[in-house]
């Protein structure tokens, strides 16, 4: 038996709305991209379910129930939410694994992991969470009481009700990323779980309803982007817009958000860099960009899925990275030994071949790495592919292709490796390997993205800080600033 069925005991899976489940609209298979099998079903939220979980959001908020309780009971609430993913986090990374077809392993030790201590770090925010206080500069002889005596105090405030929109590539770790954050922060949520992936909200969302969270401060609704996500961003009721997605979505989300001037926070896609320059640990570069490239099965946003490689070792590297990638177990999600999984959906899979075919058919690249995968397979399965020698400019060096697809380029000099790695639409992210501290600097400061690495790849620690993304990848506030507003007060102390 590849799962426990009474793992999944709801059919079909509900809303939640103001603090209870809820069933009023058509049922929608949820499918395995494994077998093609429907191990259960959700039940899409209609627009009068919509429009109840927009009420008690906005009731429960100005209501100030969770708003105005106090950082340590809030954080108490956090920390249990967290002990409670981590009691059961074999049937977490499970149910994860069979909605998205990430592998089992990785979905235990990363996404259930992160998961967790996304709501542990979210209790020590709220236990700390302060402002700050500024003495006036204004010279007193031009402002009246102006001065050291005038003290401006700068307090965080919940930015309000918040629509969260979710990715199905990893929808338990960023979900209890953004939805633990905004928590913290004493806001109030409608959650909409991506269509193709809403098994492990569902269960988290239960999870908080047992830690004893009030009811309307998180309500999560269930179906397509293009009539429930429109719907939430355009209605006035919301605060503040926060979407996981795509590039082309963000765009979308933005124009609807300006019916209302609803301030948006885009975490949306990219292409990133990776670079090796020669004098790099070799070894070390080779590993670091297997994994860039192909953990979750490419289907990242910050996935390292351009090697730059300095001309003198283009061929060593592409050869160990070519080696490493027809390696990889590839197989049944629920298969604790596999590492690529099938991808999301037949159609996304089909568009990530698409990618490659087009790439080889015009001469943009050559596929030099790439296993074989098991006559039988479902479609949705998709190997880890190397191509060398990709052209600048290409489709495939330009375009996110959200897939186990690694495009090879070589450079000649650091300021081609620097025009290459800016040269696409995206700034998300970017990754350096040089043993010289001089050049890891400089480079790091010319790259045109929110986060880099040095001799290493993006980790999802949320201690760790986050950068901000630039152009096409959108624009966001990260950690506890990206749910808080700052509300200044200023105070003349001298009567």
Known sequence: MRY?????????????????????????????????????????????????????????????????????????????????????????????????????????????YEAANAFSYAAAVARTMHGDVRRSAFPPELLPGGGPDLLTMRLREPAGVVAELLPWNGPLMTGSQRIAMALAAGCSIVAKPPEEAVVSLVELGRILTRAGLPAGVLNLVLGPGETI???????????????????????????????????????????????????????????????????????VCVAGSRLLVEQSVYEDVLKGVAGAAAGLPIGDALDPDTFIGPLITEQHADRVRGFVSRAVAAGDGTVVGSPSVAGGTRPTFVPPTVLAGVRPGSEIEQQEVFGPVLAVTPFSSEAEALSLANGTAYGLNGTVFTRDLERAFRVSDALDCGEINVNCHFTPDMNGGRGEPRRASGHSRTGIDAYTRLKAITIQTRS
């Open 229 to 299: 996500g429109e719907q939430l961003v355009t209605d006035p009721r919301v605060d503040l817009i926060s979407l996981t997605g795509g590039t082309d979505t963000g765009r979308r989300v933005l124009e609807l958000a300006a019916r209302n001037l609803t301030p948006t926070h885009l975490e949306l896609g990219g292409k990133s860099p990776v670079i090796v320059f020669a004098d790099a640990d070799l070894d070390q570069a080779v590993g670091w960009a297997m994994m860039a490239a192909f953990v979750n099965m490419g289907e």
């Open 4 to 112: 426990d069925p009474a793992w999944l005991d709801a059919d079909p899976l509900p809303q939640l709305i103001d603090g209870r489940e809820t069933r009023e609209g058509p049922v929608r298979p949820v499918v395995d991209p494994s077998t093609g099998e429907s191990p259960a079903s959700y039940a899409e939220a209609t627009a009068a379910e919509v429009d109840r979980a927009l009420a008690a959001a906005r009731r429960s908020h100005d209501a100030g129930e969770w708003r105005r309780m106090p950082g340590a009971l809030k954080a108490q609430l956090l920390d249990a939410v967290a002990a409670e993913i981590r009691a059961d986090a074999r049937r977490l990374a499970t149910l994860e694994a069979l909605d998205t077809g990430k592998a089992v392993g990785g979905a235990l030790t990363n996404d259930v």
